[in-house]
């Protein structure tokens, strides 16, 4: 079984930085690729950066030159660091491991990042 447990949310003015963190344990064949989503009241969950094993990068257009994925796979760690903040970025943020085909998905609990003008 993978469990995947989020870090690092918390309130922040905009402009500022935060950096999340998801630690993994577990182990299960062919997760290969990496996510971090978010979603807003009232919105439907969204792809935020999304990483895969050969460490090929994927961001949503919205946070493209801001957010930057990352992992380290000795700690078993993905990292989303995230840059001049905005308000429209206050969600909640859980950190995804999912197969290439999506047979097999795990979520985090999700961390709340507020963004304040």
């Known amino acids: 079984q993978v469990q995947l447990v989020e870090s690092g949310g918390g309130l922040m003015q905009a402009g500022g930085s935060l950096r999340l963190s998801c630690a993994r344990s577990?182990?299960?064949?062919?997760?290969?690729?990496m996510g971090w989503y978010r979603q807003s009241p009232g919105n439907e969950r969204e792809l935020v950066a999304e990483?895969?094993?050969?460490?090929?990068?994927n961001y949503a257009d919205s946070v493209k030159g801001r957010y930057s994925i990352y992992s380290d796979n000795a700690k078993n760690t993905l990292y989303l660091q995230m840059d001049n903040l905005k308000p429209e970025d206050t969600a909640v943020y859980y950190c995804?491991?999912?197969?290439?085909?999506?047979?097999?998905?795990?979520w985090g609990q999700g961390t709340q990042v507020t963004v304040t003008v």
């Open positions: 995804n491991v999912r197969t290439p085909w999506r047979n097999y998905s795990y």
């Open positions: 577990g182990s299960q064949p062919s997760l290969n690729y």
């Open positions: 990483i895969t094993y050969n460490g090929t990068t």
